[in-house]
């Protein structure tokens, strides 16, 4: 076998698995196992550049394809690919599981489970993303959950299991109306005469020349799954309670990770399956998208619970990439694309922060603070930066995409692009105002006098977060030349510019 | 030879080494803060020396540094301009800077956190010169936003004083909401011409193929921004609480350089401006109505630094004034002399508070031009600059605006403008003969003393700036060549600049009046002629002093509704309605369940029941239908 069609794709989903059995068969030190979670999820990391050094710029298909038959009668297919959409969240899902490695050091409850559903949970994650065939991929959707609903439901906080079956079931019933919507779609297939197959590809072509009424059916089917997963205003309420209750990985994972599959879900099915479909939906989908960005933030302003107002910040921010792909062009497409990215990396830096924050406290009560930044200047200073990174400050990555998306929505819906312009002062408000409580004004806590600035290990986590966020900010060629040519392909279908 | 990137470099050169390691080098950050911006001002001269060596026409050189990004047409990299008018704004901003920076060494003495306020001081002005160098619409925004966070940086640089903390997020927030404007003007640029690159949209707003529709509304909503970050009406407000923030910032940002951004912008869009006729007439209007409104307030003002923000309010609003009616040069003139005096007076101030202990009440001042003759002297120059006494500075440039006004013909505008400029000679009087003359007022315990030579150098050469810098744009009426706008106009084009003595009498004129006024009220012994004045203006001296309740009207009417409305969609929206919405179904489910589950009973009898009762009425049914 040449280095040219080793199944690099293959590897890197095995990698995560075969972890978990390693993991399964270690003695219980934890020490050890949190070791061993960090080695294998480094590994994956490792491979995950590997496919990021093979991948070809200026190819807008999927590549590295391997493909092999498996239910034939059905045309279920073992299909792996990957493109410009799903590059960047499979580097960002390796990136950040070794970062949440590290950063479990105080994880002392059932360490060999927890390490466990970690590496479950970034196999079902890189699955989702690399699945070409959408049984495959439904099998990976679903299989987040378990681990998902695992972590929240075990090493959550007081309303875990409130939190985490409310998650499950929400996300779960989403989830059927889109195995619905697979069924249909293929038995819609097979009726006009069209292939028996659940491959991505040939439905690319099949799907859209099904009758409308049929495709608006499945449309709907999607993008209710998706809109519960994203989550979408009004199906958003799962998200302030899961994140609450999850312990700090459990939220950078949801956040940074698994949000993005709702909105991966509609650039990679949902729309090109069905574009007449989300050509007509698209008003309606960017009016969501709005209201989304500004009671997103509306809601997070008032947060008196830190991690709750991140919670509410990612409606918002979740709604600015709705605003972008549903606005059909290069700019609000590709920007999305990389706000998805830039998302995980700046509320998954958040959240690692709320949870350095609530170890050294126990509270996340915004009222306990406030002057900690004389106490703990390079925590204050860091999550300074990622707070700006969030609110969009130019240099950071959230600028690169939030301007492409207005940009691009200012293209097709202009009172769209005006309204979600208005969450640019939005998340100064909630940010800046949460920052002054926090760490601004004298120390009011005497326990706040001697909180402990960052440590070795903390710097470590948050390096290389920090570094990614003024990579892209002051240099997002390298990405944008990357995802540009498959999401226009997209674009192509919806007739977008 | 150009070295526009090294003016550029340096301070972000020095903005990193002093972030990352700025704690180990203690003191020495202050050094290594005034090297980089010694670098970078050097390079400024080096840059300009060449530019004047080019002909004059071909004055304009673009260096593309890397490539940003390219989606769809949207195209954009990192690419700076450099022409008479950056010229001219960066070697003001490394001058200013580097004035700044020195005295700084000296104002933060002592200060713990010493390092991190060069530091930003550094990013600042890297910063600020992006904003000036850039060469497309994205990359000015982004300098723009950038000095944003340099600014709320340093006005929360006390973080532990909560005004300091609240005024820093305010400036920050308030100058957004007009950045946000700033914003979709640029995408109704990029909308109409498909390119953010500004020679190309000033190209395309002189040859027409903007329509004057779309420049209109492109010109007044990059206009949003500028009303936010040079603080005009209605959204000044944050502008006198950044005074919370080391004077040294107060004097580089909120005086000299950031807050003039606003002016730069309309100035370097000015064929926008030209076209778009109405967005110009209501940059004059604000801009004069500003410089009215925030004189009037400086009159009443009894803190010596918001005196001073007040004063530098009013001062833009002159600079719109003359960006509004076409007079770019005289704009851009009176932007780089008020750098001067208006950086000057704040050392002065700041000068002064060191001297007194952080002291900024005039009622505690007095009498000072003796315990501290230099500050005195230094700030007389700044005096005569600003109230437009022959031959400082301001004379000319002030006068070069009124002037251009005049011979546009706008009438209204002059008349409110040498009202305004009436007023200011009044309230810089007021503060001078408050500071310096009179009775010695200040607290027990408090010795006034003159600051250290770094302080007092920085400010010396400021004044000769004050006093001279005038000559960079003599009229020709007085054998000048006025040198600075040949240089300008190829960039900002020919104003209609008369010269017009009667102008410049009636200006002096008033000033003398005004100052003469200010002499009689505040210049003798106590301040028994203050009470007089002030009892016999009855509510109105309330109402100024009380800044016309502006921030309490912005916090009632905006900021409350607001506020309300984000508690009623988080407490009662959110939890209630929709998330009682999610939960009411589940527990309609459940509920459902819990019928179902009652007919198992596990019971075989009931269950035949069930069945017998079943197959009855489906013999029913089909018997019926059969029928």
Not at chain 1, 249 to 278: D, E, Q, W
Request: glycine share 10%.
């Amino acid at each position: 076998m040449n280095a040219s069609n080793f199944p690099w794709l293959s590897l890197l989903l095995l990698i995560p698995l075969a972890g978990t059995f390693l993991v399964a068969l270690a003695p219980r030190d934890d020490a050890l196992l949190k070791r061993l979670g960090l080695i294998v999820s480094l590994a994956a990391f490792g491979v995950s550049l590997v496919v990021f050094t093979r991948f070809q710029v200026g190819v807008s298909g999927f590549q590295l394809i391997e493909s092999l038959p498996w239910v034939k009668d059905w045309g279920i297919t073992y299909s792996l690919g990957i493109d410009g959409i799903s590059l960047f969240l499979v580097l960002l899902t390796t990136f950040l599981f070794p970062i949440c490695f590290l950063a479990s050091g105080r994880v002392d409850k059932r360490v060999k489970e927890y390490v466990v559903a970690l590496l479950l949970t970034e196999w079902a994650l890189i699955g989702v993303f690399l699945a070409i065939d959408l049984v495959l991929f439904y099998i990976f959707w679903e299989a987040v959950l378990v681990p998902m609903y695992l972590l929240i439901g075990i090493w959550g906080y007081e309303r875990r299991i409130y939190a985490t079956i409310k998650f499950f079931i929400y996300t779960l019933a989403g989830g059927l109306l889109m195995l619905v919507g697979i069924v249909t779609l293929h038995l819609a297939v097979r009726s006009h005469g069209g292939p028996v197959t659940f491959s991505v590809q040939t439905l690319l072509d099949a799907a859209p020349k099904l009758p409308f009424g049929t495709q608006a059916w499945i449309f709907t089917a999607f993008a209710l799954a998706f809109a519960i997963k994203v989550p979408m205003f009004p199906f958003h309420t799962w998200l302030p309670d899961a994140h609450t209750e999850a312990p700090t990985m459990g939220s950078v994972i949801l956040a940074g990770v698994l949000l993005k599959m709702g909105t991966y879900g509609f650039i990679r099915f949902a729309i090109p399956f069905f574009p007449h479909v989300a050509k007509a939906a698209a008003p309606y989908m960017m009016t969501f998208a709005v209201i989304g960005i500004l009671y997103g933030a509306a809601v997070s302003a008032v947060q008196s619970d830190l991690k709750r107002l991140v919670a509410y910040s990612s409606v918002s921010h979740l709604g600015f990439v709705m605003l972008g792909l549903f606005a059909f062009t290069l700019q609000g497409g590709e920007g999305a694309t990389l706000q998805m990215v830039n998302h995980g990396l700046s509320t998954g830096a958040l959240f690692l922060l709320v949870g350095m924050l609530y170890e050294r406290r126990h509270t996340r009560a915004i009222e306990e603070f406030g002057g900690i930044g004389a106490a703990a200047p390079l925590y204050s200073g860091i999550f300074l930066i990622v707070a700006l990174a969030s609110l969009g400050l130019p240099g950071l990555n959230g600028f690169v995409g939030e301007f492409l998306i207005l940009i691009g929505a200012f293209g097709t819906n202009r009172l769209a692009a005006i309204l979600g312009s208005g969450g640019v002062v939005g998340a100064a408000v909630y940010l800046l105002w949460a920052y002054q409580r926090t760490f601004n004004g004298p120390i009011t806590r005497d326990e706040n006098r001697t909180l402990k600035d960052l440590t070795a290990r903390e710097k470590l986590v948050l390096a290389p977060m920090v570094g990614m966020m003024v990579l892209i900010g002051v240099w997002p060629h390298p990405f944008i030349e990357r995802i540009g040519p498959s999401v226009a392909a997209v674009l192509a279908r919806v007739g977008g510019r | 030879m150009n070295l526009s990137w090294l003016i550029l470099a340096a301070p972000l050169a020095g903005a990193v080494v002093l972030l990352g390691y700025g704690k180990r080098f203690g003191r020495s950050s202050g050094v290594i803060a005034c090297v980089a911006m010694s670098v970078a001002f050097v390079a400024a001269l080096i840059s300009m020396r060449w530019l004047l060596a080019v002909p004059n026409g071909g004055r304009s050189v673009h260096f593309h540094l890397f490539e940003w990004l390219a989606v769809g047409r949207l195209h954009l990299g990192v690419d700076l301009r450099y022409d008479p008018l950056s010229a001219a704004m960066t070697a003001m901003v490394t001058g200013v800077g580097l004035l700044i920076h020195i005295y700084s060494t000296g104002y933060m003495e002592g200060d713990p956190r010493f390092h991190r306020f060069f530091a930003y001081l550094n990013l600042f002005v890297f910063s600020m010169l992006l904003l000036v160098l850039a060469d497309n619409l994205l990359f000015l925004y982004a300098g723009w936003e950038l000095v944003g966070l340099c600014s709320y940086l340093l006005i929360g640089f006390w973080f532990e004083r909560p005004a300091a903390a609240t005024a820093a997020k305010k400036a920050f927030i308030t100058t957004r909401i007009g950045d946000t404007g700033m914003l979709i003007g640029i995408f109704v640029l990029f909308a109409s011409v498909h390119s953010l690159y500004i020679p190309f949209i000033n190209r395309a707003a002189a040859d027409g193929s903007i329509t004057k529709t779309t420049a209109t509304a492109a010109a007044l909503l990059l206009f949003m921004g500028a009303v936010g970050k040079s603080a005009q009406i209605p959204l000044y407000v944050w502008l006198p609480d950044a005074m919370e923030g080391p004077t040294p910032v107060s004097a580089l940002i909120h005086a000299a350089t950031m807050v003039t951004a606003g002016v730069y912008l309309v100035v370097r869009m000015n064929p926008l401006y030209q076209l778009a006729h109405a967005a110009a007439m209501v940059v004059a209007v604000i801009g004069v109505a500003t410089a009215l409104y925030a004189a009037i307030l400086a009159m009443a003002e009894d803190d010596i630094k918001r005196v001073l923000a007040y004063s530098t309010i009013s001062q833009l609003g002159f600079m719109f004034l003359g960006a509004g009616v076409g007079a770019n040069g005289a704009a851009v003139f009176h932007l780089i002399t008020h750098a001067f005096f208006k950086s000057l007076l704040f050392l002065g101030a700041g000068s002064v508070m060191h001297g007194l202990g952080g002291e900024t009440a005039l009622d505690r001042m007095g009498g000072l031009r003796k315990a501290m003759p230099w500050t005195f002297a230094v700030m007389f120059c700044a005096w005569g600059a600003i109230t437009g006494v022959l031959p400082f500075a301001g004379f000319f440039s002030k006068d070069a605006i009124m002037a251009s006004v005049w011979a546009g013909g706008h009438t209204a505008l002059f008349v409110v403008g040498a009202i305004a400029a009436m007023c200011t000679a009044f309230y810089m009087s007021r503060l001078l003969f408050l500071a310096f003359f009179g009775r010695e007022r200040w607290s027990e315990g408090v010795h006034p003393h003159e600051s250290p030579k770094s302080m007092v150098i920085p400010m010396a050469i400021l004044a000769v700036a004050s006093i001279f810098g005038g000559l960079l744009n003599l009229p020709e009426g007085l054998k000048g060549a006025a040198r600075l706008s040949g240089f300008l106009d190829p960039i900002v084009g020919k104003a209609n600049e008369k010269e017009a003595l009667g102008v410049v009498l009636v200006m002096w004129a008033l000033a003398a009046v005004a100052t003469l006024g200010a002499w009689f009220i505040y210049a003798t012994g106590d301040l028994r002629r203050r009470e007089t004045v002030r009892a016999r203006l009855g509510p109105v001296n309330t109402l100024v002093r009380q800044k016309f309740f502006v921030d309490e009207i912005y916090a009632t009417v905006i900021v409350a509704p607001l506020r309300l409305g984000a508690s009623f969609c988080a407490g009662v929206l959110d939890r209630r309605v929709i998330d009682g919405a999610v939960n009411g179904a589940a527990t309609l489910v459940s509920r459902a369940s819990e019928v179902w589950r009652k007919l198992q009973t596990g019971f075989v009898r009931s269950y035949a029941v069930g069945i017998l009762g079943g197959a009855a009425l489906l013999v029913l049914y089909v018997v019926v239908r059969t029928r």
